[in-house]
């Protein structure tokens, strides 16, 4: 079994939804991070968090929201969602010295 | 903003041939990583190299450092079809780890 998990993995919403990405990890992690990926602009970090109850927002964190129900879960949520914010979305997991991060599969949304 | 900026943005190879990509980055680092992303596909970590390191090896890729220049080099040789992918350099912030990612470079190797 894949030890980060998105779902879902496709997800076509339109203006104005409201919609949730859930992540799931089974590494036993305490940091887990959402990344946003647009042709030609590389990852960019939308939210992280360093264990249940840390919470912070990464460069473009407007228009998002997140949830750390537990170690293992990390949801993101578009309140309304709006067409630029249609790309893939990912989510990924470190061990506290950050050497190495394990992404999932990624989730890719379309806003029409 | 970006910390880490790859060059070149693509890169076209035939197999069996070496592939080579740079990272440019802006602040001091502990370590810089290179990652892997087949298309559409989540990131998988390649290498780490830190700061007190000039080069580094893994299989088939290589990894060189120059601090003072700040920047750093991925080195593919003998390369596969199975290369083909986009290859990212990621260096952590100095306070508390979160990966800054570059564009990418994408490597297509052709048969």
């Known amino acids: 079994d894949a030890d980060v998990t998105q779902t879902p993995r496709n997800r076509i919403t339109k203006t104005g939804k409201r919609i949730m990405l859930e992540c799931s990890q089974t590494?036993?992690?305490?940091?887990m991070y959402w990344y946003r990926q647009d042709p030609g602009l590389g990852l960019r970090l939308i939210y992280y968090?360093?264990?249940?109850?840390?919470?912070n927002k990464g460069e473009i964190s407007d228009g998002y929201s997140v949830s750390r129900q537990a170690q293992a879960k990390f949801s993101l949520s578009l309140e309304s969602a709006i067409p630029n914010q249609t790309a893939l979305y990912f989510c990924?997991?470190?061990?506290?010295?950050?050497?190495?991060?394990?992404f999932g599969p990624g989730t890719r949304l379309t806003v029409l | 903003s970006q910390q880490g900026e790859e060059d070149p943005q693509a890169l076209s190879i035939q197999e069996g041939e070496n592939a080579t990509m740079n990272c440019s980055y802006k602040?001091?680092?502990?370590?810089l990583q290179w990652y892997r992303q087949n298309s559409g596909r989540g990131l998988v970590h390649l290498i780490l190299?830190?700061?007190?390191?000039r080069e580094k090896h893994s299989g088939r890729l290589r990894v060189t450092l120059d601090t003072s220049k700040k920047s750093s080099s991925l080195l593919i040789t003998a390369s596969r079809a199975a290369d083909t992918a986009s290859y990212f350099c990621?260096?952590?912030?100095?306070?508390?780890?979160?990966?800054?990612f570059g564009a990418g470079t994408t490597v297509t190797v052709r048969a």
């Open positions: 590494k036993g992690h305490d940091r």
């Open positions: 990621a260096t952590p912030s100095s306070n508390d780890y979160k990966l800054s």
């Open positions: 968090s360093f264990d249940v109850k840390d919470i």
């Open positions: 190299i830190r700061s007190n390191e």
């Open positions: 990924a997991t470190s061990d506290p010295t950050g050497d190495e991060q394990f």
């Open positions: 602040t001091s680092i502990n370590n």
